[in-house]
């Protein structure tokens, strides 16, 4: 049998299995060693445990369960409500201000926990509730907290970039570098948006008003003095500074990627004990068990991941495939859309953590031929990755959006997440034209390559 016949039968078989229901982790395991069994030599079984145990046995690997323990802290405490609190009271005479202020509570959130779901629920259990008070629609409120939340896997400290470096073997710190122009550039456009929409939303409410009709909430005036506007920094900066010094440290060359991640979770227990009080076993225990689940998840479908992909090694699939692509002669770019094409098929279905493992053997050898930076496509890969959080059938933001507001339909979160995802194609495209928003950061810290 071909490696390429192989492959097509290793990708079948791996699709009825998910489709079967099992969890992703096990139904990796379970094709990558009946696969083993089947076209390997019967001592390769003997090496499960082994090769799985060597691939998640790194350093680098190490700095997930420490950067998902600082999220989960600063997740699992009020940080996120106070954040939100912050930044709307020093924007809400901005037009659309409270859009802005739920767009920069979750980008600041994000880089501060790591996590798209965690920014989800930190900001949204807050955002959510106040931007409807206020008279905001439902779609656009949960819309701009699904949005916002997807910057988690793009912003540093994110698992999902780490995990790319690994699989890519190119410099973390180069592509967390890569990640802020972006990171802002979403920043930008999602604010934009915001303040365009709900510029829209108040003109609609003043005219029904206007009419005789009932005077919305968008044309109520709410008013922040400066005293309580500088009331509410004390419990805020201390993270910031948190992030700052995490950055520093990183960027600075003053540790590595673990030990950043080591530092950073251990001052953001401090704070939280410091700040909220939160020292006690019973105030510990919700993040530190979250922390566990969550490791041990990732992990397990990280080591079943790249089980699977030693398996398309051994077997030759992943070398057939990338020959059989760079065969194709296709042109640059449109080699580069067809993969980002088969990526977001991918995210109807799959995390970003399993895309990556599973796709790098076969997709970063043709995309090296072709001339592209590695570092500057994870960080596009990213950004399309982030959109499979907010599209069906997989969108995890979407269903962290409905279990903290029940009572929006799915299909009006789904309706609200549509422009933002436009968004991102745009910035995709606005990426491609012009590569320096991703490269020239990382070019200006840590030199040219």
Same mark, same amino acid.
């Given at each position: 049998?071909?490696?390429?016949?192989?492959?097509?039968?290793?990708?079948?078989?791996?699709?009825?299995?998910?489709?079967?229901?099992?969890?992703?982790?096990?139904?990796?395991?379970?094709?990558?060693?009946?696969?083993?069994?089947?076209?390997?030599?019967?001592?390769?079984?003997?090496?499960?445990?082994?090769?799985?145990?060597?691939?998640?046995?790194?350093?680098?690997?190490?700095? %997930?369960?420490?950067?998902?323990?600082?999220?989960?802290?600063?997740?699992?405490?009020?940080? #996120?409500?106070?954040?939100?609190?912050?930044?709307?009271?020093?924007?809400?005479?901005?037009?659309?201000?409270?859009?802005?202020?739920?767009? @920069?509570?979750?980008?600041?959130?994000?880089?501060?926990?790591?996590?798209?779901?965690?920014?989800?629920?930190?900001?949204?259990?807050?955002?959510?509730?106040?931007?409807?008070?206020?008279?905001?629609?439902?779609?656009?409120?949960?819309?701009?907290?699904?949005?916002?939340?997807?910057?988690?896997?793009?912003?540093?400290?994110?698992?999902?970039?780490?995990?790319?470096?690994?699989?890519?073997?190119?410099?973390?710190?180069?592509?967390?570098?890569?990640?802020?122009?972006?990171?802002?550039?979403?920043?930008? $456009?999602?604010?934009?948006?915001?303040?365009?929409?709900?510029?829209?939303?108040?003109?609609?409410?003043?005219?029904?008003?206007?009419?005789?009709?009932?005077?919305?909430?968008?044309?109520?005036?709410?008013?922040?003095?400066?005293?309580?506007?500088?009331?509410?920094?004390?419990?805020?900066?201390?993270?910031?500074?948190? $992030?700052?010094?995490?950055?520093?440290?990183?960027?600075?060359? @003053?540790?590595?990627?673990?030990?950043?991640?080591? !530092?950073?979770?251990? *001052?953001?227990?401090?704070?939280?004990?410091?700040?909220?009080?939160?020292?006690?076993?019973?105030?510990?225990?919700?993040?530190?068990?979250?922390?566990?689940?969550?490791?041990?998840?990732?992990?397990?479908?990280?080591?079943?991941?790249? $089980?699977?992909?030693?398996?398309?090694?051994?077997?030759?699939?992943?070398?057939?495939?990338?020959?059989?692509?760079? =065969?194709?002669?296709?042109?640059?770019?449109? !080699?580069?859309?067809?993969?980002? !094409?088969?990526?977001?098929?991918?995210?109807?279905?799959?995390?970003?953590?399993?895309?990556?493992?599973?796709?790098?053997?076969?997709?970063?050898?043709?995309?090296?031929?072709?001339?592209?930076? !590695?570092?500057?496509? #994870?960080?596009?890969?990213?950004?399309?990755?982030?959109?499979?959080?907010?599209?069906?059938?997989?969108? $995890?933001?979407?269903?962290?959006?409905?279990? %903290?507001?029940?009572?929006?339909? *799915?299909?009006?979160?789904?309706? =609200?997440?549509?422009?933002?995802?436009?968004?991102?194609?745009?910035?995709?495209?606005?990426?491609?034209?012009?590569?320096?928003?991703?490269?020239?950061?990382?070019?200006?810290?840590?030199?040219?390559?």
């Amino acid at each position: 049998m071909s490696p390429l016949t192989l492959g097509a039968l290793y990708g079948i078989v791996t699709i009825i299995v998910m489709f079967s229901g099992m969890p992703i982790a096990f139904a990796l395991g379970v094709v990558a060693t009946s696969f083993m069994y089947f076209f390997m030599p019967n001592s390769s079984l003997d090496t499960v445990t082994q090769n799985v145990y060597e691939e998640i046995a790194s350093v680098t690997l190490l700095s %997930i369960p420490l950067f998902i323990l600082k999220g989960a802290a600063i997740g699992k405490s009020p940080a #996120g409500r106070d954040l939100y609190a912050a930044i709307h009271a020093w924007l809400n005479k901005i037009p659309g201000g409270l859009g802005i202020a739920n767009v @920069f509570a979750c980008a600041l959130f994000a880089a501060m926990a790591g996590s798209s779901p965690a920014t989800c629920s930190a900001i949204g259990s807050a955002g959510i509730p106040e931007m409807r008070r206020r008279g905001y629609s439902p779609g656009f409120a949960a819309g701009i907290i699904a949005a916002g939340g997807t910057l988690g896997i793009l912003l540093p400290p994110s698992i999902t970039m780490i995990l790319y470096a690994v699989a890519s073997e190119q410099s973390l710190g180069r592509l967390f570098l890569a990640g802020v122009g972006p990171g802002v550039l979403l920043v930008i $456009l999602f604010a934009g948006y915001a303040v365009y929409r709900a510029r829209k939303e108040y003109r609609i409410a003043h005219e029904i008003y206007q009419q005789g009709g009932v005077k919305s909430a968008y044309l109520d005036d709410e008013h922040f003095t400066f005293a309580q506007k500088v009331e509410m920094l004390p419990r805020v900066l201390p993270f910031l500074i948190l $992030l700052i010094g995490v950055m520093i440290a990183l960027y600075g060359g @003053f540790a590595t990627p673990a030990e950043t991640a080591g !530092l950073g979770a251990l *001052l953001a227990i401090v704070l939280i004990a410091v700040v909220y009080r939160m020292w006690r076993p019973r105030d510990l225990m919700p993040y530190l068990n979250s922390t566990i689940k969550e490791s041990c998840m990732l992990l397990l479908i990280i080591g079943m991941s790249l $089980l699977y992909s030693y398996v398309m090694s051994y077997l030759h699939i992943s070398q057939s495939a990338a020959e059989w692509v760079v =065969g194709l002669h296709l042109s640059k770019w449109l !080699l580069l859309t067809v993969i980002l !094409l088969m990526v977001i098929v991918l995210g109807f279905f799959l995390p970003p953590v399993s895309i990556i493992l599973m796709t790098a053997p076969i997709i970063l050898p043709p995309l090296r031929e072709a001339g592209f930076d !590695l570092i500057w496509f #994870g960080v596009v890969m990213s950004v399309v990755m982030e959109m499979g959080l907010i599209h069906p059938p997989v969108g $995890l933001n979407l269903f962290v959006i409905k279990n %903290i507001a029940p009572d929006i339909p *799915l299909s009006d979160v789904i309706k =609200g997440t549509l422009p933002f995802l436009l968004l991102m194609v745009f910035a995709i495209i606005l990426l491609c034209i012009f590569p320096g928003i991703v490269t020239g950061l990382p070019d200006l810290l840590m030199g040219a390559r």
